[in-house]
């Protein structure tokens, strides 16, 4: 079975500065990892992906995330934020193996303060 | 090309009353499926199909909710006497494989009075 915690439902950073967004799973077979972006009255964006490839990952609109097996993480990083991040963030994980459904943690709202 | 489309985009039942939510694929993807967002959470799943096969309901909270694909392509959510739990927004994605990322609509919210 999979599982997925999101430390902190709310975030705020200063514009400029690092975005951290903790992401730890659970999971009973090596998962795939998502992250998705979502804004208000909108649908899911797909952030970035880990497929079992390269460990770090790099995604859209300069995001990155780190797929750590020791720590279980997957944790989500923009060296420097700008107000257009502002948006929920939701981190996912499935199992390659059957893939039938994505497993969502209940999200970060990452404000942005000018 | 085109992304994954739902309609309405918003829908007010009255309790009781039966509801179709609709959701356009992206072409050629033989995965879709149906998620529910409560306000404040996550997605969470409801069911899965490729192609015209419903493979996995196991996350329909009850007999009233029910899903169709039936020539593989457009499917069809359909809530039977709305209760007001299942106010929420309902998410549509598809994917070109089992596993592999999957693309969301902007989703439907209902809204059941």
């Known amino acids: 079975a999979q599982s997925v915690t999101q430390l902190g439902s709310h975030v705020s950073v200063s514009e400029g500065a690092l975005v951290l967004l903790r992401c730890n799973y659970s999971?009973?077979?090596?998962?795939?990892l998502f992250w998705y972006v979502q804004y208000p009255n909108q649908g899911l964006q797909l952030l970035l992906k880990y497929t079992s490839a390269a460990t770090l990952v790099k995604g859209i609109n300069g995001f990155e995330a780190e797929f750590k097996k020791s720590e279980t993480s997957f944790h989500l990083t923009k060296p420097s934020a700008h107000m257009s991040d502002a948006a929920e963030y939701f981190c996912a994980v499935s199992d390659p193996n059957t893939g039938n459904q994505f497993y969502f943690g209940t999200g970060t709202s990452l404000t942005v303060i000018p | 090309g085109a992304g994954v489309s739902q309609s309405p985009r918003y829908k007010v039942a009255k309790r009781g009353q039966d509801v179709a939510l609709r959701c356009d694929p992206i072409s050629g993807h033989v995965s879709l499926f149906w998620y529910q967002q409560a306000l404040g959470q996550g997605p969470e799943f409801l069911t899965y199909f490729q192609n015209e096969a419903q493979l996995d309901k196991s996350g329909l909270p009850s007999d009233r909710f029910f899903a169709e694909r039936p020539e593989g392509s457009v499917s069809t959510l359909k809530i039977q006497r709305t209760q007001q739990e299942d106010s929420a927004v309902y998410l549509c994605?598809?994917?070109?494989?089992?596993?592999?990322?999957?693309?969301f609509g902007p989703g439907t919210r209902l809204t059941v009075t």
């Open positions: 999971s009973s077979v090596p998962p795939y």
């Open positions: 994605a598809s994917s070109s494989d089992r596993g592999r990322e999957q693309y």
